[in-house]
């Protein structure tokens, strides 16, 4: 698996791009000390002026190099635990209706259609306003929408292990439907929601971004979506307030689908045409 | 035509359990939040007393429990009426209908331009997989479907509208212009060409990876094979056979992509100033608005439903071996 995927050089690329980004994103207060929110000199400096301010500053004259590391952060960890939260949900319904099968299945997946045709960025924008914008709250909000890819997948591959002898065998041995399911059956259908695993990170930090541009972001955190609406008020005069931290949201997810790609090439045993 | 009435309405009557889901979960979603409209109202109003509240509640079914409240709820959707904006002060019905055409006009130039470029340069791409054509295209296409769709729209303001001048920078049409006719269509169209290039640009990479990956595959199979053998030209397999071919599943991403486009477009209208349905949304959770903010969720799970629909019935057209579309799930 390994071979394969290191002689891509474009998996290459966005593989390291990745893992500079997590890396920041860890270590973001060694590297950019103190609050990302102080202010750090004359306001907007423009970039590339200033040695101990590389990419200047914003209206306030905070640091936007240090805003932008603070803000991998945020991006990174909403955007993974969004994911993460979309696919174990999914998986949980998505084995539970393929299992059990009958009204159960037929009930879970019209709840799976519903959430499937209400936009999800709508349903987001409803839930981030009920319960009020926090890092949580936000990472619940974009999983809300995401997790019927998984559901769906996750059931389709659930009623063609349901048959197999080895789940026979389990019967036998006295294992409780539960422990069959979600033990023994969930397990095995991972592989086809981990191919599409990098289109939903992408998509849940896309998300993210959408969501502090529109002021709905954690008012704690520093975001990429908010810097980009804070620079929106000097478009005219100091356009790069908004245009660089939008680089860095393309970098972070043409990288994670760059890898996606070639890790679901490479799993699946399909070889690039 | 009567037949295709009859599926037409079996399909909608289909999917009124679901809806229903959609209206009760929403409903009970947006009845937990702490404060309600009244609140956000008297606020504005700088306060009023108790009683004030009480009548308002009682007036607009935001009184008694959950359940009083979402029954009065569905009662006021099953006679077809929307509820009252308490933040507009307006019934809700004319507003959506106010606010849409803006949002549709925005959204199917968005599905058009995305449909008819992706898939053409799809075709190109996938005529010849493997060749620098191909991985311009794909390349770049990969590129357009990383960048978000809102900051795509402020990049392109920055230089079409303030540095170049050629495009307006916000709204739908020019304020008090007076015009009318084929000039006020003009000028709606200019005003809506970058919002329709930001959010159509993410379809357009869309729909050309999956064009270009359905071309690549049918030059595989059999029916390719087939139609050289027996000496067709070269573009005529290209169009007839393997892009017919690959059109199918860019539909079927047409219907799943409606409710996502739907989604984007709340952005790209807050973006450029559109009043359309998505600013109605973002309205709607400023005034803490719950009964517009319900309408408008359920009027795009029934458009993206229609949706739907629509794309099944293209389906069948495009695909002899499906029905029309009846009897199928």
């Known amino acids: 698996m390994t071979r394969p995927f290191l002689r891509r050089p474009e998996a290459l690329l966005g593989g390291a791009i990745l893992l500079a980004l997590i890396l920041i994103a860890g270590f973001a207060p060694l590297i950019a000390p103190g609050d990302p929110l102080a202010i750090a000199g004359r306001p907007l400096i423009p970039p590339f002026t200033d040695a101990g301010l590389p990419l200047g500053t914003d209206r306030l004259g905070r640091d936007l190099l240090a805003e932008l590391i603070h803000g991998a952060r945020t991006s990174v960890a909403v955007g993974l635990s969004a994911a993460l939260v979309a696919v174990f949900a999914g998986m949980t319904v998505g084995t539970a209706a393929g299992f059990a099968g009958g009204a159960i299945e037929a009930a879970l997946m019209r709840i799976v259609d519903a959430f499937q045709i209400v936009p999800g960025f709508l349903l987001a924008l409803a839930f981030v ?58 397990p095995l259908a991972l592989p086809p929601v981990l191919a599409v695993a990098s289109v939903i990170v992408a998509a849940a930090v896309l998300t993210e971004a959408a969501l502090s541009f529109l002021g709905l972001g954690d008012p704690n955190s520093v975001t990429w979506g908010a810097m980009i609406a804070e620079g929106r008020n000097q478009l005219r005069s100091a356009a790069y307030l908004s245009i660089i931290p939008g680089i860095a949201l393309v970098l972070t997810v043409i990288s994670t689908y760059l890898v996606g790609e070639a890790l679901t090439d490479s799993l699946t045993g399909r070889d690039k045409r | 035509m009567a ?38 109202y008297l606020l504005s109003m700088g306060g009023g007393d108790a009683q004030m509240a009480a009548e308002l509640r009682t007036r607009y079914g935001l009184d008694g429990s959950a359940l009083s409240r979402l029954l009065f709820t569905l009662g006021q959707y099953a006679r077809g009426d929307l509820g009252w904006s308490i933040a507009l002060n307006r019934p809700i019905g004319p507003v959506i209908a106010e606010r849409l055409p803006n949002t549709l006009w925005l959204m199917g130039s968005a599905t058009a331009l ?69 000039a006020r269509a003009a000028d709606i169209a200019r005003h809506l060409v970058l919002p329709v290039a930001a959010l159509g640009m993410i379809y357009l990479a869309l729909f050309l990876r999956i064009m270009r990956s359905g071309m690549a595959e049918a030059w595989g199979q059999d029916f390719t094979l087939a139609a050289r053998a027996r000496g067709l030209p070269d573009w005529r397999i290209t169009l ?90």
């Open chain 2, 114 to 182: 995305s449909f008819l470029l992706g898939s053409a340069l799809g075709v190109l791409a996938g005529r010849r997989p493997g060749s620098l054509l191909d991985r311009v295209l794909s390349g770049g296409s990969l590129f357009l479907y990383s960048i978000p769709s809102f900051w795509l729209g402020l990049v392109l303001a920055v230089v079409f509208a303030v540095q170049l001048r050629w495009l307006p920078v916000s709204g739908i049409e020019t304020i008090a212009s007076g015009k009318a006719g084929l």
């Open chain 2, 240 to 329: 007839n056979h393997a892009a017919r071919n690959a059109l199918l599943p860019l539909v079927t991403m047409l219907g799943l992509q409606s409710a996502a486009m739907l989604g984007g477009s709340v952005v790209i209208e807050s973006v450029f100033a559109i009043p359309g349905f998505g600013r109605l949304a973002q309205e709607a959770v400023a005034g803490r608005d719950a009964p517009l903010l319900l309408a408008v969720i359920l009027t795009s799970a029934l458009m993206v439903v229609i949706a739907n629909l629509l794309v099944d019935l293209a389906y069948g057209w495009l695909d002899p071996r499906v029905g029309s579309g009846a009897g199928h799930d």
């Open chain 1, 129 to 186: 306003s009920v319960a009020g914008p926090s890092l949580w709250v936000v990472v619940l909000a974009i999983a809300l929408g995401a997790w019927t890819g998984p559901a769906r997948l996750a059931r389709a591959r659930v009623l063609s292990l349901r048959e197999s002898d080895f789940v026979a065998a389990a019967k036998v041995m006295g294992m409780s439907p539960a422990e069959i399911a979600f033990r023994q059956i969930m």
């Open chain 2, 3 to 40: 037949r295709l009435g009859r599926v037409v309405l079996a399909r909608l009557a289909g999917s009124v359990p679901v809806l229903l889901i959609v209206l009760v979960g929403v409903f009970l979603l947006l009845d937990s939040a702490g404060g309600d409209a009244v609140d956000a």
